[in-house]
């Protein structure tokens, strides 16, 4: 089956760039995603990228995709405190648009 | 208008109540979808309906029951739930299931099952 995973934590300090890292294992994937949640919130979709490409920037975000390896990054320019939450990829592979979510990666972000 | 919107925002319920929760949006979203997500999880599916019609169970128990009344709305009806059922209950929508589409979430409704 399919399996998304990504690092547990990540702190950085504030105006400094953020690499969040995400690994999946379907190489029919079609669609990848970033979402973003702050605590007792519910998911903020931040960007997404068609597994046809491999980079799309958004702002302050810059999404890298590496098909071959199948790893997935998501760039934050210029962090700041409130880029403070859990990130969490996804990927989506079928008709059915079933999300598959990794374990999200908890950013810390110090002034 | 990007906005999917959930009631209540937080539940205490008791394992003979009947509860439920409610979801709604207004993209025109022929796809709406229930997860459950438990404290530093991400979320993991429990239901979609695709046009109102039931597409997706994956296996959840029967005391949790959905339903679409219509194309804007999805209820998740609680009955006899367990201590464990305490979770954050999030609702999604896309444009419709054929294709890979982006899902919009709503806040969530926090559940605790005392």
């Known amino acids: 089956g399919e399996d998304v995973e990504q690092s547990l934590f990540l702190s950085v300090r504030e105006g400094d760039s953020s690499v969040i890292n995400c690994t999946y294992t379907?190489?029919?994937?079609?669609?990848l995603y970033w979402y973003k949640q702050e605590p007792g919130a519910g998911l903020q979709l931040l960007t997404y990228?068609?597994?046809?490409?491999d980079m799309k920037q958004d702002q302050r975000l810059t999404v890298l995709l590496n098909k071959k390896d199948k790893h997935l990054s998501l760039r934050i320019a210029d962090t700041q405190t409130g880029d403070s939450a859990i990130y969490f990829c996804?990927?989506?592979?079928?008709?059915?648009?079933?999300?598959?979510f990794g374990g999200g990666t908890r950013l810390m972000v110090k002034p | 208008d990007t906005e999917v919107t959930q009631t209540p925002k937080h539940l205490v319920m008791g394992m003979t109540n009947k509860k439920s929760l409610k979801c709604e949006q207004h993209m025109g979203h022929r796809a709406m979808y229930w997860y459950k997500q438990k404290a530093k999880k991400p979320p993991e599916l429990m239901f979609v309906y695709s046009y109102e019609k039931l597409s997706i169970n994956e296996s959840v128990p029967s005391r949790f029951s959905p339903e679409c009344p219509n194309s804007s709305l999805l209820n998740l009806h609680l009955h006899a739930l367990q201590p464990e059922d305490s979770a954050l209950y999030l609702c999604a929508s896309s444009q419709d299931t054929a294709s890979p589409y982006e899902q919009y979430f709503g806040p969530g409704t926090r559940l605790t099952v005392t």
């Open positions: 379907d190489s029919s994937s079609t669609y």
């Open positions: 990228i068609f597994s046809n490409m």
């Open positions: 996804a990927e989506s592979y079928n008709a059915g648009n079933m999300l598959t």
